[in-house]
């Protein structure tokens, strides 16, 4: 299992004071974010944007669990708007983008 830790994980699940609903995560990266999200309310469905193909992939598997409550899109956040519907985008309670790139993405040329 890959090592990966997300910064702020505890700071930003707190600082939203989250109850559940929709939450768009902009920047998936491990999914470590989106994991912490989930797992804090059963209630909570994300939708997730990552540019890199192998971030999807490696945070499709670290989320498999909650694989019901997961939208991925390989695409960069700037899609947003044109990739979810006007339905999903006013459900919304919740915008998370840790911007830049992951230490997976350092060490792998
Ligand atoms: C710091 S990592 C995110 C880590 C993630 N929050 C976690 O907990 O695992 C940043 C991610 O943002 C992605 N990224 C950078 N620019 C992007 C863009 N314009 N649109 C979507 N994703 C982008 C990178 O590919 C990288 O996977």
């Known amino acids: 299992m890959l090592k990966h830790y997300s910064v702020l994980k505890n700071e ?3 600082g939203l004071e989250w109850q559940g609903g929709v939450l768009l995560d902009c920047t998936l990266g491990f999914g470590g974010h989106s994991f912490a999200f989930l797992e804090s309310n059963p209630n909570t469905q994300i ?8 971030a999807i992939a490696l ?13 991925f ?6 899609h947003v708007l044109e ?10 309670r919740g915008i998370i983008a840790d ?3 992951s230490s997976m993405q350092l060490d792998e040329e």
């Open 12 to 14: 930003l699940t707190r």
């Open 47 to 54: 939708y997730a944007f990552d540019r890199d193909s192998s």
């Open 59 to 71: 945070a499709k598997e670290r989320l498999k669990d909650y694989a019901s409550r997961v939208c």
């Open 73 to 78: 899109y390989h695409h960069p956040f700037s």
């Open 83 to 92: 990739s979810l519907s006007d339905d999903v985008l006013k459900q919304t």
């Open 99 to 101: 911007i830049g790139v």
